[in-house]
């Protein structure tokens, strides 16, 4: 066998050209010893399923991120003091975190087995002169595949024969109507969607026959190379996972260098080495915030939950947060901002244009105002209904087409005509036909009614319109043909992005046989169809509320790009006046051109799989942090590549839901917009929590260096501060997790990709918080101790400090620009649970005698708690100042 030529080179030369390269051979196919010989070189007509993650790597990951590490040295430096137990709780809490995001990540990434089923099934060949039926994965190059209506293609064919032969291929390219197929050689460049010499793998023959023979298989076809795609798309980190590593290693550094200073400062106030040490991790046990990494993962498991109750299924836990970050979605249009039901939306009929309301292939709707259909519109319908093959069914008040979406919807809009297609057949039986052919680019069918032979056309204005000398007027009569007038009508349609089909009839003799002579001349001319794959209703709002927002919505389809900027601008997505940029134009642009081209257009028509990719990664090197919406196979590599990819639950293939973040219950695209709401809300939630806990860990490390400045005891121990730090995230910053979403959060414009998870004017906050918690907890420290209190006494003063400032710290937490009272006290009742929560804890810790013993506290006074409680309300009383100072500027 010859060496073939390059994949995309097969439509561009003859069929039995390509089949003698192949050394096959189309009348009798291939002999089964040469088959044997093949499938030992090309192997089996499957996709290489390549290994993905393990279980145990997959578990071992969760341990290496960054604010993990920060948790385990936490837990290394409590077991280096000898304190077991409380290095077992940190331990205890890490493992925890690694569980949920262990299984909340436990889909391992089987996209490549998706596409390995989704071509595997049964095949009919030609092979030693006879036809046999086996499973497609034992097919090789050279093969000649028999194809009929309802057959999966098994692998790439170069089609040699072809009778009106019709395939659904919107999973591979985009493409939302049926693709008729043929046998003739197409120009080189021809782009994928309009290679209609090809059948490829995966895609659905719905009419005719035809037979090809095989230029491909398994990891070499389209589909395959798109498996490849989805292999090379590296795992992205997201922008949340990215700003927590970079704040971690601030973290860290600010923790050493504090660590090191405390150790410093004592060892040249002349204290010893090993007490310095201990004070020196005592502080770092102070500065690290143990329960950050389990409070981030609980969050965006609440995050998940929230989006599962609003038809997002969430499938790893950071794109809860990423699609708070999205700067851009690109969208599908297929299936994803349309309804992928072919609807009529216009009919021109003896001179009128009536438009059609509804949508999909619901029958609901009307044509026109809804009056009594007469004359040229109700004969272009019934031509509609009898020059037609398909069917239309309802499971559940769900309606589905069987057969060609096209001829699908002119049986929906006779419906809401009242015409029935199962009464008009049986009235107006079909007596004979001529089926649709690439080539004729028309059907006929001839019927019996009213004692009238009646041949009904349906086809491309182009083939009809020259072929007629009459047309019926509104009232059906016959009247002249007013041909510019027609062909006005067609451009009108065209220029809306309407797919236009003409309808003319022929009324004969008693003839009962027809012929291609029957549609030569002498046609009478009836109507125009215009029908779209129409946007979904809700779409329109989503896309607004995006803009609104601050997010660019961009529309990528392999579709035509007249219908695609039609539906663009009808969505808002694209403005009169702009223009789609089309996958052949892109292919010539470099890299550095596209990224300026993708800032400014919005709509991307036939546009290939590799082209999908690119325009994603050219968004991304603008900083964009990209949604990519999806439901096709052809979609799956962009899904993947993207910051946050989302596929369709309902009409999407198991190939973009396995490569995508999250999937749509529904297939809404307004449920994206719920899902960027949610995400801003854990975000924001998140940040609120690090506002409210860093204070405590900087003012724990504080009190540590001023006791060793000081030169006086440590006003809390390692303990008291590990106390501190699990008992409060867990009771009282993890109640922030509840926190409702704040009204404006969707009038924000997105977080730009570099910012920093915390702004100026919150480091600050936490710096005055950390500068109260010293002054109040190191100053009634060395009252306790001025008035001769015992050591525990003081140290039990200073801990109930830390605690009380916190609990009011919190309500101020709520809202990071706005009071406690302004975003409604009780509006988040967790908050609450948790004060009273921490408030028993504390009260055990301070009077319990065995809580006593082990952490060396005892009980204090009324007196103590007053000043205790004065300090957390000045505490609440400054923050509370702040803010609105910062808010009036």
């Not at 709707?365 to 009594?372: A, F, H, K, P, R």
């Not at 001023?706 to 106390?723: E, M, R, S």
């Not at 809580?851 to 000045?874: C, D, H, K, S, Y």
Request: overall charge negative; aromatic content about 6%; hydrophobic content about 50%.
């Amino acid at each position: 066998m010859s060496e073939p030529p390059e994949h995309n080179d097969w439509h561009h030369i003859a069929a039995d050209e390509a089949a003698s390269r192949l050394a096959a051979c189309c009348d009798d196919g291939l002999a089964e010893g040469e088959v044997l010989a093949r499938r030992a070189v090309h192997g089996e007509n499957r996709i290489t399923a390549r290994p993905g993650k393990g279980p145990v790597l997959r578990f071992a990951l969760q341990f290496v991120q960054p604010l993990v590490v920060v948790l385990l040295l936490a837990g290394v430096v409590t077991a280096f003091l000898g304190e077991w137990v409380d290095s077992g709780v940190i331990f205890g809490v890490t493992l925890v975190n690694a569980v949920i995001g262990f299984i909340q990540e436990g889909r391992a990434e089987n996209a490549l087995a998706a596409l390995a089923r989704s071509v595997s099934s049964e095949v009919t060949v030609l092979r030693g002169g006879g036809k046999q039926r086996l499973p497609s994965t034992e097919l090789v190059p050279g093969d000649v595949v028999l194809l009929a209506a309802g057959d999966k293609v098994p692998a790439d064919l170069r089609l040699f024969r072809a009778k009106e032969l019709q395939a659904i291929e919107s999973a591979l390219t985009g493409e939302s109507t049926a693709v008729a197929k043929h046998g003739d050689v197409l120009p080189k460049e021809t782009v994928l969607a309009e290679r209609s010499n090809m059948a490829y793998a995966g895609t659905v023959m719905i009419t005719g026959r035809g037979a090809g023979v095989v230029v491909a298989t398994g990891d070499r076809t389209e589909t395959g190379r798109i498996s490849r795609l989805i292999a090379e798309a590296p795992d992205l980190t997201t922008p949340l996972t990215r700003k927590m590593a970079v704040f971690s290693n601030w973290l860290l550094i600010a923790i050493g260098l504090l660590a090191v200073l405390t150790f410093a400062v004592g060892m040249w106030r002349g204290s010893s080495a090993f007490e310095m040490f201990m004070a020196a991790v005592a502080l770092a046990v102070g500065a690290i915030p143990e329960g950050l990494p389990a409070a981030m993962t609980i969050t965006l498991a609440i995050g998940v939950s929230r989006m599962a109750r609003k038809r997002a299924i969430i499938r790893k836990l950071p794109a809860v947060e990423t699609l708070g970050s999205t700067t851009v979605i690109c969208s599908d249009k297929t299936g994803t901002l349309t309804e992928n039901q072919m609807t009529v939306r216009e009919l021109y009929a003896g001179g009128v244009q009536l438009a059609v309301s509804g949508s999909g292939y619901s029958p609901d709707g009307q044509l026109g105002s809804g009056e009594q259909i007469a004359g040229a519109a109700r004969e272009c319908l019934l031509a509609g209904v009898l020059c037609n093959d398909a069917g239309l069914t309802s499971d559940n008040g769900r309606w589905e087409v069987v057969g060609d979406p096209t001829e699908g919807a002119l049986l929906v809009v006779a419906r809401k005509a009242g015409l029935d297609e199962r009464s008009v057949l049986k009235t107006c039986p079909r007596l004979d036909e001529i089926p649709f052919d690439s080539a004729r680019q028309y059907m006929a069918t001839l019927h019996q009614i009213e004692g009238r032979q009646v041949v009904y056309f349906k086809g491309a204005l182009e083939q009809l319109l020259p072929r007629s000398v009459r047309m019926l007027d509104a009232d059906g009569q016959t009247v002249p043909l007013r041909q510019d007038e027609v062909a006005s009508a067609a451009r009108e349609m065209a220029g809306e992005g309407l797919r236009v089909l003409a309808m003319a009839r022929l009324v004969g003799g008693p003839a009962a046989v027809l012929d291609q002579s029957s549609a030569d001349a002498g046609l009478e001319f009836i109507g125009l169809v215009g029908m779209i794959d129409p946007p979904r209703p809700q779409a329109l709002a989503a896309v607004n509320t995006c803009h609104a927002a601050g997010i660019a919505v961009k529309m990528i389809t392999g579709d035509h790009a007249v219908t695609a900027l039609s539906i663009a601008r009808q969505l808002a997505i694209a403005q009169a006046g702009e223009s789609a940029l089309t996958g052949a134009e892109l292919a010539v642009l470099d890299d550095q051109r596209l990224c300026e081209v993708v800032r400014t257009v919005n709509v991307f028509a036939r546009v290939e799989p590799e082209q999908k990719l690119r325009l994603v990664r050219a968004l991304q090197t603008n900083g964009e942090v990209v949604a990519m919406t999806g439901d096709g196979v052809n979609d799956a590599p962009a899904l993947k590549q993207a910051d946050i990819g989302i596929a369709m639950g309902m009409a999407g293939t198991e190939v973009a839901k396995d490569a995508a973040d999250m999937v749509l219950t529904d297939d809404d695209f307004a449920a994206i917009e719920a899902a960027v709401e949610e995400g801003r809300g854990v975000y924001d939630n998140l940040v609120k929590f690090i506002t409210w806990t860093l204070p405590t860990n900087f003012g724990e490390g504080l009190v540590i260096l001023a006791a060793v400045v000081a030169g006086v005891t440590l006003p809390i121990t390692p303990l008291q501060i590990l106390w501190i730090n699990m008992t409060t995230a867990v009771f009282l910053g993890l109640m922030l997790a509840f926190e409702p979403i704040e009204a404006n959060v969707m009038q924000r414009k997105p977080r730009q990709p570099g910012t920093p998870i915390l702004d100026r004017a919150l480091v600050w906050r936490i710096v005055l918080v950390s500068l109260l918690l010293l002054a109040g907890s190191f100053g009634l420290f060395l009252r306790e101790i001025a008035l001769g209190q015992p050591l525990a006494e003081a140290r039990t003063v200073a801990l109930n400090v830390f605690v009380v400032v916190e609990a009011m710290y919190l309500f101020n937490c709520r809202s990071l620009t706005r009071s406690a009272l302004h975003v409604g006290l009780f509006a988040n009742p967790a908050v609450w649970y948790g004060v009273v929560m921490m408030a028993v804890l504390q009260a055990l810790l301070t009077y319990l005698p065995l809580l006593n013993r082990l952490f060396a506290t005892a009980p204090i006074g009324v007196r103590q708690w007053l000043e205790i409680f004065a300090v957390g309300v000045l505490a609440y009383l400054i923050v509370g100042i702040e803010k609105r100072l910062r808010e009036h500027r």
